[in-house]
């Protein structure tokens, strides 16, 4: 009797995803460091989807956090990462445990990610994310000698943000800005909204920050559909700008029929 065993390693998955999406790693790569350019980053090429050791591969602590952040606007994706242990195949002859390297999402229960990583010149590598009283933060830390330091120094940095720091959400999603007028709209107005929370650090040493910000709409016309971008609302601190964020309707509205206009 003869036995096969196939071992396929995180690598080997993901050249096999990125085949899969753009036909070759190669390809897949170019998607890559483009999505980086769009998303600003300066200090960050990708010649491989792996992340293994290359010429010419390299990234910064700064442009990790960056790309963290984007990727956790996926919500879905911290309902893996926060998982400690599970089998694969599971309540099968074949099951196959698995263990997430990131031991701190086993013992903090406001870590919920993200992603370790390991080669010779990197040393250990963990990019980290946890959520308190509202405020999610993101860590980095690279070139770690073991596990251990890995873990201990991601923790003390997500510590210390918690106690240091605390959001305010200045404008929510959920609340309405106003109302603007709809051009030949079945409805002659709509309340308009962010696209996502306006949120403000602040210090627990120092004083609350002095946050004002104004709203600059365009001409509405009908139709207008939910996630629409109708304007930007500024956010200015003592006077100087420092973010601003899409506007759009709350609720979608379909043109109007000849006769609601001709009423009008």
Known sequence: MTFYCFLVTARDATVALAEKIAGTEKAFVKLMNDKAKSL????????????LDADNHYSTAYDMAVMARELVKHEKILEFSSIYEDYLRKNTENSFWLVNTNKLVKFYSYI???KTGFTDNAGYCLTATGKKNNMRLISVVMGEDNTDNRSADTLAMLDYGFNMYYTDIVVSKDKSLGKVDVNLGDKESVDITVTSDISILNNTQENKRNIVYEIDTKNVNAPVKVGDIIGKIKVYEDGKYIYEEDITVMEDIDKANIFKIFIR
Do not use: C, I, R, S
């Not at 600003?40 to 992340?51: D, H, R, S």
């Open 40 to 51: 600003g980053l300066k200090n960050t090429n990708f010649v491989n989807a792996t992340g």
């Open 112 to 114: 919920d990610g993200l």
